[in-house]
């Protein structure tokens, strides 16, 4: 039986792979433990996963870390859980830098703390010149904010005369993304057993491959990665097209 990682094509990698990390609390329940438990627990496969897709030459990973939505979270949780994704990014700079990992972040940071938004903002300074793996932390982040916050932007370079609104199209909405220079996800996966988008990336994913897994995130490894890029690899992506012109297209490549 071939190892999973053997079993990956290395020519039909996704470039952009994004992760809903979800499931830390349940599982440290589960173990009779804090939530907080799960979040420091799940840090180490945060470790593994980067690993993971640096080692077979991912391009771009998002991790969902923290929704604009969390923070209605209890204050103890969303203090412990800031603390501990500062703290980590902080630590993590010089094992990026040695990884050759560009560390980008997507969210409001004007909501996080100003310690906070300091030290990440520091983080990604230091690793700006790093050119493998663009590792993206999706921070205070949600789509519908990231959506109003593109509309405005919009309408206040058409109020400048900066753009003209007759011409604006798909290309324009994306360029006021804040996943502005990332190209789109082929692969989304949200672990612990939830089976929705919870506001994450949702113009983005238009044409993502979602993978679900019952792992909690806290257990979850690069041979679980692993699988859902052969799961992946073998689905068929047909961009609205028919079955038989996608096999014809890969015929004549
Ligand atoms: C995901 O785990 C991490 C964050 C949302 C910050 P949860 O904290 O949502 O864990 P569950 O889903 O309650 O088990
Ligand atoms: C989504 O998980 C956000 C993150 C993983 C950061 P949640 O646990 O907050 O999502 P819901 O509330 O179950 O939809
Ligand atoms: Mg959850």
């Known amino acids: 039986m071939k190892q999973v990682f053997e079993q990956i094509d290395r020519s039909r990698l996704p470039k952009h792979i994004a992760i809903i990390m979800d499931g830390n609390g349940r599982w440290a329940e589960e173990k009779g433990q804090e939530r907080l438990y799960g979040h420091f627990q799940g840090v180490e496969s945060v470790r593994n996963i980067v690993e993971g897709c640096a080692s077979i030459g991912i391009q771009y990973l998002t991790l969902y870390a923290f929704s604009t939505e969390n923070w209605d979270r209890p204050q103890q949780e969303v203090d412990g859980l800031m603390a501990l994704l500062v703290d980590t990014i902080h630590k993590e700079v010089p094992d990026l830098n040695k990884n050759n990992i560009r560390l980008r972040m997507i969210g409001d940071m004007s909501m996080l703390p100003t310690f906070a938004q300091e030290a990440l903002q520091e983080a990604i300074e230091k690793t700006a010149q790093n050119t493998g793996l663009n590792l993206i932390m999706a921070l205070s982040y949600s789509s519908r904010w990231e959506l109003a916050n593109a509309i405005k932007n919009i309408a206040i370079d058409v109020k400048s005369g900066k753009i003209n609104p007759e011409a604006i199209n798909q290309n324009t909405v994306q360029q006021y993304l804040a996943t502005k220079d ?60 028919t079955g038989n012109q996608i096999k014809n297209e890969i015929v004549s490549v």
């Open 182 to 241: 990332f190209p789109d996800p082929e692969l989304m996966i949200r672990t612990s057993g939830e089976y929705r988008i919870s506001n994450f990336l949702l113009y983005q994913l238009a044409y993502s491959e979602l993978y679900f897994t019952e792992t909690c995130w806290p257990d979850f490894r690069k041979e679980n990665l692993y699988q859902a890029i052969i799961d992946f690899q073998h689905r068929e992506r047909r961009f609205g097209k």
